[in-house]
């Protein structure tokens, strides 16, 4: 029984990793996905972001959840979702400057990623804190690894480096650095992910 239970746990984090992977499989987010993987650590940074919005959010509405009428659920969702957007900015402008003025519009957005505001409609308000939390790590991680890979793609061949470590003398492909790269790696990698979930 323990067993089991340990089971599903952790089954919510690897959904969010494989299962309900928001980029590759549920395709959300896209707006963020296509506008700041030009480089690996823009990505990641982009992803971790929005996972701490994400957990955060999950576990305050899984709280409030119960008390809350559903005329005005989505509401209160986002204002829910945007207090923790705002939470984050502040300490991004405090304590990673320079992260901040690169992702600069991206953050405000975070708001209305249809992954945050989805989890909270599709999960967080029908389960318990700790899995509300469990599941948010486990699509945030998914998010995050998506952009990084996505990232990490477009960097090498846009500019011959990877987590700005340059390994190839001269300028790559200008095309992947920029927004038709994005549409080009976004969806062979949709292809191999959905091909390699089909052999599983």
Do not use: H
Request: overall charge positive; glycine content about 10%; charged content about 10%.
């Amino acid at each position: 029984m323990e067993d089991r239970k340990m089971s599903n746990k952790f089954s919510l984090i690897t959904d969010g990793l494989v299962k309900n992977n928001p980029t590759f499989v549920l395709v959300l987010g896209i707006c963020p996905t296509l506008a700041t993987t030009t480089s690996a650590i823009n990505g990641m940074e982009m992803g971790l972001a929005t996972m701490f919005v994400l957990i955060l959010s999950n576990i305050f509405i899984s709280l409030i959840a119960p008390m809350v009428p559903d005329k005005v659920r989505i509401p209160t969702y986002i204002v829910v979702i945007a207090t923790f957007v705002t939470l984050l900015q502040l300490l991004m402008q405090a304590f990673v400057p320079d992260v901040y003025a690169t992702l600069g519009l991206f953050i405000p957005l975070i708001v209305v990623n249809c992954i945050v505001l989805g989890r909270a409609e599709a999960f967080a308000n029908k389960n318990s804190v700790g899995d509300s939390a469990l599941d948010g790590i486990g699509v945030g991680l998914g998010f995050t690894l998506s952009l990084t890979v996505i990232g990490i793609v477009r960097e090498i061949l846009g500019s011959g480096s990877v987590f700005g470590w340059k390994f190839v003398a001269g300028d790559g492909i200008l095309a992947f650095v920029m927004a038709p790269g994005a549409f080009i790696v976004l969806g062979y990698l949709l292809v191999l992910f959905n091909k390699f979930l089909a052999k599983k």
